[in-house]
């Protein structure tokens, strides 16, 4: 019987009128106690409890693991036992080479049945003979057996002078058979007992071995494939699975033949590498199209699995990276870690960074017009950047450049460029597009120079390109500088140099971000020899960036992760190593960060005479032709008034664009005698002329302020 309980409770509130107020004492009663579940539904949830408790699941797991080793470690080797004695094994071949298409290979497996038939006919004819035979030999081994023990106790009794020991060898063989037959007397009981128990324990084995049990029975590392090397049933069960049925009823009709569609497994780098020759009736990109759920099958993630076309007809090249390798960084660029290192822009190749397999990936750059895509953010820059850094080691190249998003990401470039234009508005479109014009007249006047003539390379460079395509500004003309029409200013200029500047060493390289017909025009993407793709977002991004026999050859840079593969291109050209049969190759590019790139610019202006590197001017400013002049000729101690006309008009579109010889000489002139002379028959402005006039003018121009 319980007891009732009965709480107190005391008003705390004081009343209104501030008066004392009697104490009260409320009752409040307990709630009514719930009736206690009924025992069957207290047991039913104590035996749930226990049957989905994890130590159970854990112990059923195990039960059931054990248990399948066993039994289909049985079935394993029965199998073996029949493929043995029987021509199982050739059929099966036979079968699958069938299945395969490849009747070569189905005769000569057939052949080889009929001689494994033909053995075994004969060892079955030689059975017959065999008892008789093994009769005679028992007995004539037993006779001579015999008479050598004799003769040796002969021997034995001769020199002991005892006839006794005739018998003497014959009797200790008898006592040694009797103790033969005593031992496995006494053992043959245990052995009874315990041979079923260690022929359970080697079948045991086997199966544990060959993971020969239910998928869900298999320890957890097991069934996630964690760390589970790639063999040929693994490769032939991903196939299987992958959702063909024509590949699918070929593999089934093959059996464990199925892995005679594999080529050697090969180590390549962090993965290893295998040739698939596929079965009548599927087709490459059947497989090509089933590139993830293949990563899955292998037990990969879908980065971690390429599908490439090599040559062989109907034959598909997977590469499969080692479990989370591609997520560990490469070494640093050996622009950093070699000193001493050169460049030969014609005949060397830039050390890009590492293939898949983890080899080294170089390119040459020699007369290839060049294009970067990919998402905001994923390396671009630096990757163009690394190029540069390596070609700008060779004195002999020069370079024009606008960086169109002007955060200083090429501000090392500065006394390196002869031009160097930073900064996203119109006005540095404007500027950039004027440099590019200005290059399409440089490589006119080369292109109209006597034939045998050679020229230094001319790299014009323009990153974040795709301000200039989508730039709104037209100029005076009604000319838009943006845009991809035949009235385009820049799209012009970028596709003259695409038509013809190889021919002389004028080259274009863009990097460009997030690829559309708008940013990116067809001619202008399709004009570049090397075209080179990062992490984008869609099959059709990836066809703008390297073409559509890149993506139909299995590149794919819209599968590459954006954030986690970043610096990770894909790569079509023929300035790269690509394996024989593809279309492209993936590169893991090295980084070189902003300090590394201002000590290899910093090399680079070494070997140079010096470079005075033009920038964005305002336009609309006063101008002083004299110290442009001298802005032009920079260092050198003197250029041609040609070139020195054509940097005044990259210095200044507005000012000197239309400036002749005349105009250059009337400047010079009224500066001072003989600052433009001629040097092997060519006009040119000598540089320390040009100073002690523009020194005079300065004192000249102090004494009259004076005065």
């Given at each position: 019987?319980?007891?009732?309980?009965?709480?107190?409770?005391?008003?705390?509130?004081?009343?209104?009128?501030?008066?004392?107020?009697?104490?009260?004492?409320?009752?409040?009663?307990?709630?009514?106690?719930?009736?206690?579940?009924?025992?069957?539904?207290?047991?039913?949830?104590?035996?749930?409890?226990?049957?989905?408790?994890?130590?159970?699941?854990?112990?059923?797991?195990?039960?059931?693991?054990?248990?399948?080793?066993?039994?289909?470690?049985?079935?394993?080797?029965?199998?073996?036992?029949?493929?043995?004695?029987?021509?199982?094994?050739?059929?099966?071949?036979?079968?699958?080479?069938?299945?395969?298409?490849?009747?070569?290979?189905?005769?000569?497996?057939?052949?080889?049945?009929?001689?494994?038939?033909?053995?075994?006919?004969?060892?079955?004819?030689?059975?017959?003979?065999?008892?008789?035979?093994?009769?005679?030999?028992?007995?004539?081994?037993?006779?001579?057996?015999?008479?050598?023990?004799?003769?040796?106790?002969?021997?034995?009794?001769?020199?002991?002078?005892?006839?006794?020991?005739?018998?003497?060898?014959?009797?200790?063989?008898?006592?040694?058979?009797?103790?033969?037959?005593?031992?496995?007397?006494?053992?043959?009981?245990?052995?009874?007992?315990?041979?079923?128990?260690?022929?359970?324990?080697?079948?045991?084995?086997?199966?544990?071995?060959?993971?020969?049990?239910?998928?869900?029975?298999?320890?957890?590392?097991?069934?996630?494939?964690?760390?589970?090397?790639?063999?040929?049933?693994?490769?032939?069960?991903?196939?299987?699975?992958?959702?063909?049925?024509?590949?699918?009823?070929?593999?089934?009709?093959?059996?464990?033949?199925?892995?005679?569609?594999?080529?050697?497994?090969?180590?390549?780098?962090?993965?290893?590498?295998?040739?698939?020759?596929?079965?009548?009736?599927?087709?490459?990109?059947?497989?090509?199209?089933?590139?993830?759920?293949?990563?899955?099958?292998?037990?990969?993630?879908?980065?971690?699995?390429?599908?490439?076309?090599?040559?062989?007809?109907?034959?598909?090249?997977?590469?499969?990276?080692?479990?989370?390798?591609?997520?560990?960084?490469?070494?640093?660029?050996?622009?950093?870690?070699?000193?001493?290192?050169?460049?030969?822009?014609?005949?060397?190749?830039?050390?890009?960074?590492?293939?898949?397999?983890?080899?080294?990936?170089?390119?040459?750059?020699?007369?290839?017009?060049?294009?970067?895509?990919?998402?905001?953010?994923?390396?671009?820059?630096?990757?163009?950047?690394?190029?540069?850094?390596?070609?700008?080691?060779?004195?002999?190249?020069?370079?024009?450049?606008?960086?169109?998003?002007?955060?200083?990401?090429?501000?090392?470039?500065?006394?390196?460029?002869?031009?160097?234009?930073?900064?996203?508005?119109?006005?540095?479109?404007?500027?950039?597009?004027?440099?590019?014009?200005?290059?399409?007249?440089?490589?006119?006047?080369?292109?109209?120079?006597?034939?045998?003539?050679?020229?230094?390379?001319?790299?014009?460079?323009?990153?974040?390109?795709?301000?200039?395509?989508?730039?709104?500004?037209?100029?005076?003309?009604?000319?838009?500088?943006?845009?991809?029409?035949?009235?385009?200013?820049?799209?012009?200029?970028?596709?003259?140099?695409?038509?013809?500047?190889?021919?002389?060493?004028?080259?274009?390289?863009?990097?460009?971000?997030?690829?559309?017909?708008?940013?990116?025009?067809?001619?202008?993407?399709?004009?570049?020899?090397?075209?080179?793709?990062?992490?984008?977002?869609?099959?059709?991004?990836?066809?703008?960036?390297?073409?559509?026999?890149?993506?139909?050859?299995?590149?794919?840079?819209?599968?590459?992760?954006?954030?986690?593969?970043?610096?990770?291109?894909?790569?079509?050209?023929?300035?790269?190593?690509?394996?024989?049969?593809?279309?492209?190759?993936?590169?893991?590019?090295?980084?070189?960060?902003?300090?590394?790139?201002?000590?290899?610019?910093?090399?680079?202006?070494?070997?140079?005479?010096?470079?005075?590197?033009?920038?964005?001017?305002?336009?609309?400013?006063?101008?002083?032709?004299?110290?442009?002049?001298?802005?032009?000729?920079?260092?050198?101690?003197?250029?041609?008034?040609?070139?020195?006309?054509?940097?005044?008009?990259?210095?200044?579109?507005?000012?000197?664009?239309?400036?002749?010889?005349?105009?250059?000489?009337?400047?010079?002139?009224?500066?001072?005698?003989?600052?433009?002379?001629?040097?092997?028959?060519?006009?040119?402005?000598?540089?320390?002329?040009?100073?002690r006039a523009l020194a005079n003018r300065d004192e000249d121009g102090s004494a009259s302020t004076a005065g």
């Amino acid at each position: 019987m319980s007891e009732n309980v009965v709480h107190l409770r005391k008003p705390t509130d004081p009343p209104a009128d501030g008066t004392a107020t009697p104490t009260v004492l409320t009752v409040v009663p307990d709630a009514p106690l719930a009736p206690p579940a009924p025992l069957w539904v207290r047991s039913g949830r104590a035996v749930k409890s226990a049957v989905t408790h994890e130590s159970t699941r854990a112990t059923a797991r195990a039960v059931a693991r054990h248990g399948s080793y066993t039994f289909n470690g049985g079935r394993i080797v029965a199998r073996r036992t029949w493929d043995g004695r029987t021509g199982s094994r050739y059929e099966r071949m036979i079968r699958a080479a069938e299945a395969a298409g490849n009747l070569e290979a189905a005769e000569e497996w057939e052949e080889r049945l009929q001689r494994f038939r033909a053995a075994r006919h004969h060892r079955r004819m030689d059975l017959l003979h065999s008892p008789v035979e093994a009769a005679k030999g028992a007995a004539v081994g037993a006779g001579m057996s015999i008479g050598v023990l004799v003769a040796l106790g002969v021997v034995m009794a001769i020199n002991n002078g005892d006839v006794k020991d005739v018998i003497t060898p014959l009797a200790a063989t008898i006592d040694f058979i009797a103790l033969l037959i005593r031992i496995v007397q006494i053992v043959w009981g245990p052995a009874l007992t315990i041979g079923p128990f260690l022929a359970l324990l080697a079948l045991w084995s086997v199966g544990r071995k060959q993971h020969a049990a239910p998928q869900w029975a298999l320890p957890a590392n097991v069934r996630t494939g964690e760390g589970e090397p790639i063999t040929p049933s693994i490769v032939v069960k991903a196939l299987r699975d992958l959702g063909v049925p024509a590949l699918r009823n070929a593999i089934k009709e093959m059996g464990d033949a199925g892995a005679s569609m594999l080529g050697p497994i090969r180590i390549a780098g962090c993965g290893i590498e295998v040739d698939v020759t596929l079965p009548s009736g599927v087709s490459t990109n059947e497989v090509q199209g089933k590139r993830r759920k293949l990563a899955e099958n292998l037990t990969r993630h879908e980065h971690e699995v390429f599908i490439t076309i090599p040559q062989a007809a109907r034959t598909v090249r997977l590469w499969v990276a080692d479990s989370g390798a591609l997520d560990e960084p490469i070494g640093p660029s050996p622009l950093v870690t070699d000193e001493t290192m050169t460049a030969d822009y014609a005949k060397g190749k830039a050390p890009w960074g590492q293939d898949l397999r983890g080899d080294a990936a170089a390119i040459s750059l020699y007369q290839r017009h060049l294009l970067i895509t990919g998402l905001s953010n994923q390396g671009k820059t630096v990757a163009l950047r690394s190029l540069a850094l390596w070609v700008a080691l060779d004195k002999s190249v020069q370079f024009l450049m606008g960086d169109l998003k002007g955060v200083g990401d090429w501000a090392m470039f500065d006394g390196l460029a002869t031009t160097l234009i930073q900064g996203p508005t119109d006005e540095h479109v404007i500027q950039v597009t004027e440099m590019v014009e200005g290059a399409v007249e440089e490589m006119n006047r080369r292109l109209q120079a006597p034939p045998g003539s050679t020229f230094p390379p001319l790299i014009v460079l323009v990153d974040e390109a795709q301000v200039a395509f989508m730039c709104p500004a037209k100029d005076e003309d009604k000319r838009p500088y943006g845009g991809s029409k035949s009235n385009s200013r820049y799209f012009m200029a970028v596709r003259k140099i695409h038509n013809q500047g190889r021919a002389v060493n004028v080259l274009m390289w863009q990097g460009t971000q997030d690829p559309t017909d708008q940013n990116l025009p067809k001619l202008v993407r399709e004009g570049a020899h090397t075209r080179a793709s990062l992490a984008l977002g869609t099959e059709s991004q990836a066809r703008m960036a390297l073409g559509d026999k890149a993506v139909d050859g299995g590149a794919a840079p819209n599968m590459l992760r954006p954030g986690l593969d970043r610096g990770t291109l894909v790569v079509a050209s023929d300035g790269i190593a690509i394996p024989a049969g593809q279309a492209s190759i993936t590169v893991r590019t090295h980084y070189i960060d902003d300090d590394a790139a201002e000590a290899l610019t910093n090399r680079a202006k070494a070997l140079r005479d010096g470079v005075t590197t033009l920038h964005v001017i305002e336009r609309g400013e006063e101008r002083d032709p004299l110290a442009d002049i001298a802005a032009a000729v920079g260092d050198a101690s003197r250029v041609l008034t040609a070139d020195v006309l054509k940097r005044l008009a990259l210095l200044n579109e507005d000012a000197y664009g239309g400036w002749t010889n005349s105009d250059l000489k009337r400047v010079l002139d009224a500066a001072g005698p003989d600052i433009a002379y001629k040097s092997d028959g060519r006009m040119v402005v000598g540089r320390d002329r040009l100073h002690r006039a523009l020194a005079n003018r300065d004192e000249d121009g102090s004494a009259s302020t004076a005065g």
